[in-house]
């Protein structure tokens, strides 16, 4: 069955809450002060039956100016607006005020009702309605039904009633939701159970004992029961007035505004990015950074428009811009609000939400504009691509793009594959594309690294993986948990081009080739002839360097030999050739097989006729390579 929310929206003191009693026979106004002043001050709840079999909710709202913002609270969710103007006093402010907020609000339905008929003469109800139809005129109620009716008389009721079960019956049906969204009107709790928070359903479908959060908090409750009109349900539908009991949260911890939602669903932030519309009447405009009330569903929050290639925006006129808010809220995009000036509070304008977890952005920058112009109407392939421009180093999967740009998840794989074809994107691994302009960038700043390692190391070949990779994802700005396999990629798809190329685990410009002079040829003999005359006895590496402490070239030759293995260095004190260091592994492995026990120190020692010390370097280099490990006071082959 369908489920509709109908609103109350009007002046107050026109006869609104009267009006519901009269359809429904409940009383909205509950609080005391209500019952006392005769005005209704907070959101009322009730249900109307129609003859058909079909339940709708009823919110009926306040008029008063001073409670417009509880009005606010309660408008998100209607479907249907029964605008309410009463016959001795015709259109009044809040009734003009209530329309731009319905309107603003994306509500395209509803009814016209002028009560209090009984007060004046047919001549003057004909001004009256006549007076109001001037007034809807290019609104989303230009053709709405205009239906005179009094509450006293009893006239006019069942025709009301016929009338809102005919717009119900019209609705379209809610498109199916995986996720729910209820936002938070009231809070209080019931001995013996709790807390328990009420709302309009947005969306999706609320389950009994089904896991949810909070937002913008992002705290997890359990949903103990379920209300709908006070009646115990195991599942409560989008467009039903819902009471959720909470399990283990305490009512304090919880407030109006806040958001009950399926995890993962929606985004807490603090800023949006949206399409703002002045009201064409309304005696303000909005300059740049302007302070401004603003209402999201059932919250209210202070916040700065920051305006996009515009300086002011006056009434009447529509700009792109930035909200940045002084509190935290979530929401969707697509989703309406609703802006007051901050001082005298007054509607003035509001609009659509076209990004929830936007950037800051330039001033008068054009992209910025296009960017926005694609949030706003683009095509599911150019808004997948602005994706991958904006998330730039996060290396975000095609999932998790489409949820956070509220993208169609079942139709996203085959955008990228589009994409990819024209050459905008590219497949880095694992659903995870990148935008060319993001492969370029990576590329230059990979070439700039190596160019400069080769330019100060020209007789090494190549940067270690480690310190590449290092220096890239510092470079890049890359801010993501997964850096290394997505940065171990972004090297295999440079190594795959022909950019760079790898070997042995270090990296180079692909077209990079040691060139050694006949200088440096050199001294690397001198070198090598040295430690292959040393053996087993070499002497200590920084009292050898030290006696050609004057050749320049010297330490950097020295560099080159440890990293293309032909010198090994056993610590801090010395190096040995690699032709000894393999023999003193076999001598090793030999005595090992003859021994068939762990290898003393001392032992050792002798069969190679060196120092203790030089022995001790060896098996401790052994030991960190995996070649040997200690056991007790000697040590065996690692298996």
């Known amino acids: 069955m369908k489920h509709v929310i109908i609103g109350s929206a009007g002046h107050v003191d026109h006869g609104k809450t009267c009006l519901i009693q009269a359809l ?22 009730a249900y109307l039956d129609f003859p058909n079999g079909q339940r709708a909710g009823i919110v009926d709202v306040p008029g008063h100016e001073k409670f417009v913002k509880n009005m606010l609270a309660g408008a998100g969710g209607m479907d249907l607006a029964m605008l309410v103007v009463a016959a001795d006093e015709g259109v009044m402010p809040q009734t003009i005020e209530h329309l731009d907020i319905l309107s603003i609000l994306g509500i395209s339905g509803g009814v016209i009702v002028i009560t209090k008929t009984d007060l004046v003469e047919p001549d003057f109800l004909e001004l009256v309605i006549e007076d109001v139809k001037k007034l809807v005129k290019g609104t989303f109620l230009e053709n709405a039904p205009v239906l005179p009716a009094s509450v006293y008389q009893k006239k006019g009721i069942e025709e009301l009633k016929s009338v809102l079960q005919k717009l119900c019956e019209e609705l379209p049906e809610r498109k199916d939701s995986n996720t729910f969204r209820m936002p938070v009107d009231r809070i209080f709790s019931i001995k013996g159970h709790g807390t328990v928070v009420t709302g309009t359903l947005w969306e999706g479908k609320i389950k009994k004992e089904q896991e949810a959060v909070l937002y913008p908090e992002n705290e997890p409750v359990r949903i103990r029961g379920i209300q709908v009109h006070s009646c115990e349900k195991q599942i409560a539908f989008a467009g039903q007035r819902a009471a959720v009991n909470l399990a283990g949260r305490k009512k304090e911890s919880i407030k109006r505004g806040d958001i009950l939602a399926s995890s993962g669903s929606i985004y807490a932030t603090r800023m949006l990015d949206v399409k703002l519309t002045l009201l064409k009447h309304t005696r303000h405009t909005v300059k740049n950074a302007s302070r401004v009330h603003i209402y999201l569903g059932t919250q209210e ?10 300086e002011e925006l006056k009434p009447g006129e529509t700009a792109y811009a930035q909200l940045r808010l002084e509190k935290e809220t979530a929401a969707k995009k697509g989703d309406y609000f609703v802006i007051r000036f901050y001082s005298p509070v007054e509607t003035v304008g509001g609009g659509t939400i076209l990004d929830v977890l936007p950037k800051k952005h330039r001033k008068h920058d054009p992209n910025v504009i296009e960017a926005f112009r694609i949030k706003e109407n683009g095509t599911d392939e150019e808004q997948l691509e602005l994706a991958f421009l904006e998330q730039q180093g996060t290396f975000q999967p095609l999932e998790e793009l489409a949820r956070r740009y509220f993208l169609n998840a079942s139709n996203v794989l085959n955008q990228a594959k589009k994409l990819e074809k024209k050459g905008k994107i590219v497949c880095l691994k694992d659903h995870i594309y990148l935008h060319r302009e993001e492969v370029a960038r990576y590329r230059k700043q990979i070439s700039e690294i190596l160019e400069a390692f080769h330019r100060d190391n020209p007789l090494k070949e190549g940067m270690g993986k480690e310190e590449l990779r290092s220096r890239l994802e510092k470079s890049a700005g890359i801010r993501t948990g997964k850096e290394t396999a997505c940065t171990d990629a972004l090297l295999q798809l440079f190594t795959d081009k022909k950019l760079i190329k790898e070997q042995n685990q270090y990296y180079s410009k692909y077209s990079f080739h040691v060139i050694i002079e006949e200088d440096t040829q050199l001294l690397i003999q001198e070198i090598t002839n040295f430690y292959q005359k040393a ?3 070499p002497l200590a590496t920084e009292v050898y360097m030290s006696e050609h402490e004057n050749s320049g070239k010297f330490r950097q030759t020295f560099n080159s030999l440890l990293n293309k293995k032909i010198l090994i260095r056993l610590n801090e004190q010395y190096c040995i050739h690699s032709t000894y260091y393999d023999q003193a592994q076999k001598i090793f492995s030999a005595m090992a097989e003859e021994q068939k026990s762990p290898i003393s120190l001392g032992s050792y020692r002798d069969s190679l006729s060196c ?10 280099h052994f030991d960190r390579s995996g070649f040997t490990r200690k056991m007790g006071d000697g040590r065996v082959l690692r298996k």
């Open 24 to 45: 429904t026979g409940i009383d909205t106004d509950r609080l005391k002060e209500e019952k006392e002043r005769g005005i209704t001050i907070e959101l009322g709840f």
């Open 301 to 310: 929050v202070l916040g700065k428009v920051i305006l996009q290639g515009t």
């Open 535 to 537: 053996g087993f006895a």
């Open 611 to 620: 120092s203790r010390k030089v022995a001790l370097a060896l098996l401790e």
